[in-house]
């Protein structure tokens, strides 16, 4: 199995920008669809963004579009989510995921593993 750790977390202001990373250890990484969710209390997890295996298809959600870059570096065994024009409403506990199937995928219930989460939060 992939473990996954996430970091880049913090508090920012309105406007500002974060880039979060996701370190994956295991030979596998570059096989796997990988994405970015997010959570708040109360609430179930929220898609993000998801990124194919070479890195060549990404898909968003809605709610981040041309706001969020989604990237990886299979060299480094790396995913990132690049998040500018940040907003309060971004404020989230952000998880990174993977699948084995090689589809993209904005269902949390697809993902097969997790890291830890970062915090994120954004003050108005």
């Known amino acids: 199995q992939v473990q996954l750790v996430e970091s880049g977390g913090g508090l920012v202001q309105a406007g500002d920008s974060l880039r979060l990373s996701c370190a994956a250890s295991g030979r596998t990484f570059s096989s796997h669809t990988m994405g970015w969710f997010r959570q708040t209390p109360g609430k179930e997890r929220e898609f993000v963004a998801a990124?194919?295996?070479?890195?060549?298809?990404?898909v968003y959600a809605d709610s981040v579009k041309g706001r969020f870059t989604i990237s990886r570096d299979n060299t480094k065994n790396t995913v990132y989510l690049q998040m500018n024009s940040l907003k309060p409403e971004d404020t989230a506990v952000y998880y990174c995921?993977?699948?084995?199937?090689?589809?993209?995928?904005?269902?949390?219930?697809?993902?097969?593993?997790w890291g830890q989460g970062t915090q994120v939060t954004v003050s108005s």
């Open positions: 995921g993977g699948k084995l199937y090689y589809s993209l995928s904005y269902n949390s219930q697809d993902y097969d593993y």
């Open positions: 990124i194919s295996r070479g890195g060549g298809s990404t």
